[in-house]
């Protein structure tokens, strides 16, 4: 059983940055492939980054590739933790963020993948 706790959000103005951190529990952290999903209201749950588990391969979804930085999923095995840097916001991001971790290595934009999820962090963007 692996717990995340998500924690990093806030309210930010318009072209701010935020870096998102979610903390796993358990001994076999470094062998799950993690990713961060967001959620807005009334809208769909949807990815926006994944990273497999020594860090090596990273995936994002369109919308962050031009805007957030090239490092922007990050992980530290050591410490259990894994980052996402987000830079240059919009009041289109505003939603709950949440971190997710898969049994499987492989990092996946598919949320079916993964087994353990996190509460969540908000994230608002002011414009």
């Known amino acids: 059983q692996v717990q995340l706790v998500e924690s990093g959000g806030g309210l930010v103005q318009a072209g701010g940055s935020l870096r998102l951190s979610c903390v796993a529990s358990g001994r076999t952290f470094s062998s799950y492939a993690m990713g961060w999903f967001r959620q807005a209201p009334g809208k769909e749950r949807e990815s926006v980054a994944a990273v497999s588990w020594s860090g090596g391969i990273t995936y994002y979804a369109d919308f962050v590739r031009g805007r957030f930085t090239i490092s922007t999923i990050s992980r530290d095995n050591a410490k259990n933790m894994v980052y996402l840097q987000m830079n240059s916001l919009k009041p289109e991001d505003t939603a709950v963020y949440y971190c997710?971790?898969?049994?499987?290595?492989?990092?996946?934009?598919?949320?079916?993948?993964?087994?353990?999820w996190g509460q969540g962090t908000q994230v608002t963007v002011s414009s």
């Open positions: 997710a971790a898969a049994r499987s290595r492989v990092a996946s934009m598919n949320s079916d993948r993964y087994d353990y």
